[in-house]
């Protein structure tokens, strides 16, 4: 398995999200970094906020070779805060390009859940059209349907299936 970190961004701190990356976690050697815990401010086109927490974090997840972005589907899309995350990339591109081309030989994947039982394909879709535009190599997405409660039991062979992906 590559070294993996998983980056979880949800606003239900013990929702369906984080108990699907728990049960990911628990089965595997991963690191978990909760975007909560960061103070990760909107793009800002004049770059001045580089100096807050996302560049400190874009260092840690760049020591592991697979990346991992788990969100509920909040309307259609991953949640705003990992879209903030995804925004303050563009930085990445014009400062700090350095940091932006160590993405490059990164592989990533996509844990989520959400109310449909299939998702949204926009949701998967912006993950995609992202790693493409920055070069990364996509692995799949896992998804788990959850009419309300994540049960482990109902999503276990995905899990498991997902994780020998890893
Ligand atoms: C603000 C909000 C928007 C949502 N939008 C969608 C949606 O577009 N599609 C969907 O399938 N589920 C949607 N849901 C349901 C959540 O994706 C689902 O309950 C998910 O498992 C919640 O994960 P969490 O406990 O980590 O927040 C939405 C829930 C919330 C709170």
């Known amino acids: 398995m590559k070294k993996t970190a998983i980056l979880l961004s949800t606003s239900r701190y013990n929702g369906n999200t984080s108990a699907l990356v728990d049960a990911v976690s ?3 050697d991963v690191d978990v970094f909760n975007l909560k815990n960061y103070n990760i401010s909107p793009f800002d086109y004049e770059h001045k906020n580089i100096d807050d927490d996302f560049v400190p974090l874009v260092k840690k997840l760049l020591n592991y070779e697979h990346i991992v972005f788990a969100s509920p589907v909040y309307w259609y899309s991953m949640t705003a805060q990992m879209k903030t995350f995804f925004d303050r990339i563009s930085d990445l591109l014009h400062v700090k390009k350095e940091l932006g081309r160590k ?3 990164k ?3 996509v844990v989520s859940t959400g109310a449909s039982p299939q998702p949204e394909t926009s949701f998967e879709e912006t993950f ?3 790693f493409d535009y920055l070069g990364m190599k996509y692995n799949g997405m896992l998804y788990c349907y959850c009419e309300e409660k994540f049960k482990l039991k109902e999503h276990k062979v995905n899990i498991n299936s997902f994780i020998e992906s890893m």
Do not use: A, P
Request: some cysteine; glycine content about 0%; overall charge neutral.
């Open 128 to 130: 995609i059209n992202s």
């Open 107 to 109: 592989t990533c994947s």
């Open 103 to 105: 993405l490059r030989s």
């Open 26 to 28: 628990d089965q595997t």
